[in-house]
């Protein structure tokens, strides 16, 4: 039976494990010990040796560089110590989503104070707000209307985020992108 190589166009991802011991390529290493001091240039052999005296792992910490940067330390708990970082900076990561608030022409004034509280709400937990309007058939012919419509959403959602924000957190609410139309809708964003 035939083997079909087809789509087995594996890449290889440089993965984020460090060269450990005898996993080190280069000959000859910059060494530094476990307390930061530096050791000199010595080979690979010798500081593995060297590592093992101390009850350590030789690390290659800093691979491009010429020679090769490698320390002593404790392999587990250096690389407990790497993943806890890095879940730090990414709890630190914010993701700003775009939410969408959509509203008519033929709106009421109640419904667009709730449209407007709506969008209050998501500026303050810090998204962003693109407002819609779908226009159809005649209300194609009374666009300045429709976005004297979108300018009094986005007046109260502003007055209203205001109120509601903490006093002590200064806020600038504006407008990203200006109230523009394609095809027969119109739409703009808004942020803090």
């Known amino acids: 039976m035939r083997k079909s190589f087809r789509g087995r166009h594996n890449k290889i991802e440089p993965s984020k494990e460090f060269r450990i011991n005898e996993r080190i390529f280069a000959n000859e290493l910059m060494v530094i010990d476990e307390n930061g001091v530096n050791l000199g240039v010595m080979s690979k052999g010798k500081a593995i040796e060297e590592a093992k005296s101390r009850e350590l792992d030789l690390i290659e910490v800093s691979p491009k560089a010429n020679p090769p940067i490698a ?109 523009t139309k394609l095809g027969n809708k119109l739409s703009t964003i808004i942020s803090l």
């Open 71 to 179: 320390k002593f330390m404790d392999y587990g708990s250096y690389k407990y110590q790497k993943e806890k970082q890095e879940r730090k900076q990414k709890a630190r990561q914010k993701t700003v989503e775009t939410k969408t608030v959509k509203i008519s022409p033929r709106i009421s004034q109640h419904d667009l104070e709730i449209r407007a509280k709506q969008a209050g709400n998501f500026l303050l937990d810090g998204n962003k707000v693109r407002i819609e309007m779908q226009l159809r058939g005649r209300e194609n012919q009374h666009v300045d209307f429709a976005k004297d419509n979108i300018k009094k959403l986005i007046e109260i959602t502003f007055g209203q985020a205001r109120a509601e924000a903490d006093p002590a957190k200064e806020i600038h609410p504006h407008t990203e992108q200006e109230i």
